[in-house]
T-cell receptor, first 114, second 111 residues
Framework: EAGVAQSPRYKIIEKRQSVAFWCNPI?????LYWYQQILGQGPKLLIQ????????DSQLPKDRFSAERLKGVDSTLKIQPAKLEDSAVYLC????????????FGEGSRLTVL | GQQVMQIPQYQHVQEGEDFTTYCNSS?????IQWYKQRPGGHPVFLIQ?????EVKKQKRLTFQFGEAKKNSSLHITATQTTDVGTYFC???????????FGAGTTVTVRA
């Protein structure tokens, strides 16, 4: 079974530039999550999708972050404009169930903002 | 802020020794999950506990869910170098079904 796919693995940008990350969850997983993991901290939920609808985006900084999951499969997370404090690993995860059961994480996309 | 607290933040262990890491929540949890993240890797699911007082074992790892469903622990016996990494607990809050990760316990092993 293929795992959660993410790209790019690494991205370096200057502050105020934009960046987009892509995620393809495990086939059949209805729920998709984007997490931000700052070095030395636990993953922090940015947004949760159930199929193509948003379940929770309460911690998403909506002035600069946006995410979509068209057709209820793959998803894109965008940051525009980036700030220095956005430097982190962006983890995508998927799960079978709506109420979080086991989460399957991708390898993550490491963002460095200079 | 972080509503699930983990202690200790760092654990330096001599190979062969035992250690325990603890997870505490300010609110009652429906379930608690544990994940392991190797250095440079991504979190990998270890186990989920649902029932009050539940104890589950995976080889040298013993997981426990507190009677009040507000705390959990992970005990590792006879630590090996393969146990190196950061262990996260993630609690599913009963009031809003949101999953909240702790900051993790980072384990290093002295051979």
């Amino acid at each position: 079974e293929a795992g959660v796919a993410q790209s790019p693995r690494y991205k370096i940008i200057e502050k105020r530039q934009s960046v987009a990350f892509w995620c393809n969850p495990i086939s059949g997983h209805a729920t998709l999550y984007w997490y931000q993991q700052i070095l030395g901290q636990g993953p922090k939920l940015l947004i949760q999708f159930q199929n193509n609808g948003v379940v929770d985006d309460s911690q998403l900084p909506k002035d600069r972050f946006s995410a979509e999951r068209l057709k209820g499969v793959d998803s894109t997370l965008k940051i525009q404009p980036a700030k220095l404090e956005d430097s982190a690993v962006y983890l995508c995860a998927s799960s079978l169930e709506g109420v979080p059961g086991e989460l399957f994480f991708g390898e993550g996309s490491r963002l460095t903002v200079l | 802020g972080q509503q699930v607290m983990q202690i200790p933040q760092y654990q330096h262990v001599q190979e062969g020794e035992d250690f325990t890491t603890y997870c505490n929540s300010s609110t009652t949890l429906s379930n608690i999950q544990w994940y392991k993240q190797r250095p440079g890797g991504h979190p990998v699911f270890l186990i989920q506990l649902v029932k009050s007082g539940e104890v589950k074992k995976q080889k040298r790892l013993t997981f426990q869910f507190g009677e009040a469903k507000k705390n959990s622990s992970l005990h590792i016996t006879a630590t090996q170098t393969t146990d190196v990494g950061t262990y996260f607990c993630a609690g599913l809050r009963s009031n809003d079904y949101k999953l909240s990760f702790g900051a993790g316990t980072t384990v290093t092993v002295r051979a």
